[in-house]
């Protein structure tokens, strides 16, 4: 297992047109993440999986964002209708559940930019 | 509202030095404690970690200082190298169970140059 891997690295597309980010995480971790990046700052929480299940969605994943884990493996986290405020570094993350809940494995991140 | 605040924002040390960056939190429910390093164009990567029952940790040249009742801990670098050259993020999370745990809040980072 090489880690979380994130598709495509980077997307540049125009305001209007929809985007869809893959997430493969570790495959032991039942946990998986997304969070978003801007410049200059810290990753951001947007939700969170237990398996297939979404558990949690930050009040920053608005009506326009959707993610699934449909198999409880790998991850889709889809914009429509992009805007330019959506261009950030969209990360992935995966972790086990119970005490090793806390320790985060990110994937390289797929950046997104709105023209 | 940031829930955690990191300084400094940027940090320029001569190798062989020290390298300091703090953080500092409000909610005394955080319990957990990690620092992340990031290189360009690479997701973060965890560092170190602590939890509040202890006051110090160590592992090779970096070392976590915590202190609770203060609400905040710090990252010290020994010996900084220029490969140690990377933006460094400090984050916490919260106790109990469920999907609080992994949701970290990250603060602004710190971009650290190690200057050869």
């Known amino acids: 297992d090489t880690g979380v891997s994130q598709n495509p690295r980077h997307k540049i597309t125009k305001r209007g047109q929809n985007v869809t980010f893959r997430c493969d995480p570790i495959s032991e971790h039942n946990r998986l993440y997304w969070y978003r990046q801007t410049l200059g700052q810290g990753p951001e929480f947007l939700t969170y999986?237990?398996?297939?299940?979404?558990?949690?969605k930050s009040r920053l994943l608005s009506d326009r964002f959707s993610a699934e884990r449909p198999k409880g493996s790998f991850s889709t986290l889809e914009i429509q209708r992009t805007e330019q405020g959506d261009s950030a570094m969209y990360l992935c993350?995966?972790?086990?559940?119970?005490?090793?809940?806390?320790?985060?494995?990110f994937g390289a991140g797929s950046r997104l930019t709105v023209l | 509202q940031q829930q955690v605040k990191q300084s400094p924002q940027s940090l320029i040390v001569q190798k062989g030095g020290i390298s300091i960056i703090n953080c500092a939190y409000e909610?005394?429910?955080?319990?957990?404690f990690p620092w992340y390093q990031q290189f360009p164009g690479k997701g973060p990567a965890l560092l170190i970690a602590?939890?509040?029952?202890?006051s110090e940790k160590k592992e090779g040249r970096f070392t976590i200082s915590f202190n609770k009742s203060a609400k905040q801990f710090s990252l010290h670098i020994m010996d900084s190298q220029p490969g140690d050259s990377a933006t460094y993020f400090c984050a916490a999370s919260k106790r109990g169970g469920g999907s609080t745990l992994g949701r970290l809040y990250f603060g602004r980072g710190t971009q650290l140059t190690v200057w050869p």
């Open positions: 909610n005394t429910a955080f319990d957990y």
């Open positions: 999986f237990q398996n297939e299940a979404q558990l949690e």
């Open positions: 602590i939890r509040p029952d202890v």
């Open positions: 993350a995966s972790s086990l559940g119970g005490p090793g809940a806390n320790v985060l494995t």
